[in-house]
């Protein structure tokens, strides 16, 4: 009997790399049948809003989903599709492994990190007062009253909510996803030396929680000023980050960095019961319709979701073949070749092809 999955293909690069993801898993032989639904630009034309309500009942009923990126303008009164996703369905924890892959040019070989994000509050909770509106002027009337300091009158604020309950549910998440994956260490990574009521609080949470896995799991704690040098200076010292929201998001592309860039770098938005895999990447608008980015980033997010819905041999050679493909280094894409306008690169369907001829 074949399982239904959500697949919303996104914008830019999304609807490329995601049929090639599509492509790959069903190569795998998994019996999957795909509920197409349409979120970001295409919706906003067709149905003039960006995130329609029948993409989240289709991820509710079929509980997971892949997805391809979807465009976020910089500015203005957009609210990401990304974020407003992850907070409609309260999918809390954001997974993203960074692994080195044999035949990737990078600065590092041999790298093996996790990235556990918060996901649902910190300065991505979407609350947000503009410059110059009467509810601004008259919030930071009110903070001026009560925390005796001045704020300029011509400010934008964002708030930075963070819970125990969502601190406590996040590190949990981590340590269980340690143990489960035979990883050693959590580096729980915050600024609890500035912000003492919120990444502090994020941090306290984290030394209470450590407790119930003393003995099994090694807790460690890291300002992340210094995190980021550490990551750059000696990366395999580091096994599971467990961050805040925004320290999460900066650290996922840092950590892409280390293992040869955003091309192969997947991810998993997960909740009770439900999940939504995605690239790190976003939509690379310039490179739309082109054929010619890395598919590899939601591939190995398809191996991600495979893994989750209980098909770990197919997830295994998936990633065994995609492994192939790229040290046997003739079906890559650009971004895997030493000279980027190497015309020998393949396009993004035929290095889903190479990948797909492995799993035959
Ligand atoms: P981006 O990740 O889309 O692209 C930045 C650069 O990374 C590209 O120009 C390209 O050089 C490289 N790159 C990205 N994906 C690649 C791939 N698969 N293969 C090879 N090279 C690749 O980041 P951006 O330009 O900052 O964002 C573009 C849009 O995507 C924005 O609107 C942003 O908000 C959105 N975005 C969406 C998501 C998501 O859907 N989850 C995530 C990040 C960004």
């Not at 044999?102 to 590092?108: C, D, L, P």
Request: proline share 4%; glycine share 8%; aromatic share 6%.
């Amino acid at each position: 009997m074949s399982r239904k999955i959500t697949l919303i293909p996104g914008d830019g690069i999304g609807p490329e790399v995601a049929l090639a993801a599509k492509r790959c898993i069903d190569a795998t032989g998994v019996k999957i049948e795909w509920v197409e639904v349409i979120a970001g630009e295409g919706a906003l034309k067709t149905c003039g809003e960006l995130l329609p309500e029948n993409v989240l009942e289709s991820i509710r009923k079929n509980k997971v989903a892949l997805k391809g990126p979807i465009v976020t303008p910089i500015g203005g009164g957009f609210r990401s599709v990304n974020v407003a996703i992850r907070h409609a369905l309260d999918l809390y924890a954001c997974v993203r492994p960074a692994k080195s892959y044999t035949g990737v040019k990078s600065r590092y070989q041999d790298i093996d990190l996790v990235i556990i994000r918060e996901n649902s509050e910190d300065l991505y909770a979407g609350i947000e007062f503009e410059e110059g509106k009467p509810e601004t002027k008259s919030l930071i009337e009110q903070i001026q009253k009560t925390s005796k300091k001045a704020i300029r009158p011509d400010s934008g604020i964002s708030i930075k909510p963070i819970s125990r309950f969502a601190s406590e549910r996040i590190i949990k998440f981590a340590f269980d996803y340690a143990l489960k994956n035979n990883r050693k260490k959590v580096t729980v990574v915050t600024k609890a030396n500035i912000m003492k009521f919120t990444d502090g609080l994020f941090l306290k949470t984290a030394r209470d929680v450590a407790k119930g896995y003393e003995g099994k799991v090694i807790f460690e704690e890291a300002l992340v000023d210094n995190m980021c040098m550490q990551l750059v200076q000696k990366p395999h010292n580091f096994d599971v980050l467990a961050l805040p929201n925004l320290y999460g998001d900066i650290l996922s592309d840092l950590c892409a960095g280390l293992i040869g860039g955003l091309g192969i770098a997947p991810g998993a938005n997960i909740g009770d019961g439900m999940a939504v895999f995605e690239a790190v990447h976003g939509s690379a608008p310039k490179y739309t319709g082109l054929n010619k980015v890395n598919p590899t980033a939601m591939i190995l997010s398809g191996v991600l979701m495979l893994r989750y819905i209980g098909e770990t041999k197919a997830a295994e050679q998936l990633e065994n073949a995609v492994k192939e493909v790229i040290a046997a280094g003739e079906f890559v894409t650009y971004d895997f070749k030493a000279n980027r306008d190497d015309p020998s690169a393949a396009g993004t369907k035929e290095m889903a092809d190479a990948i797909i001829k492995k799993l035959k």
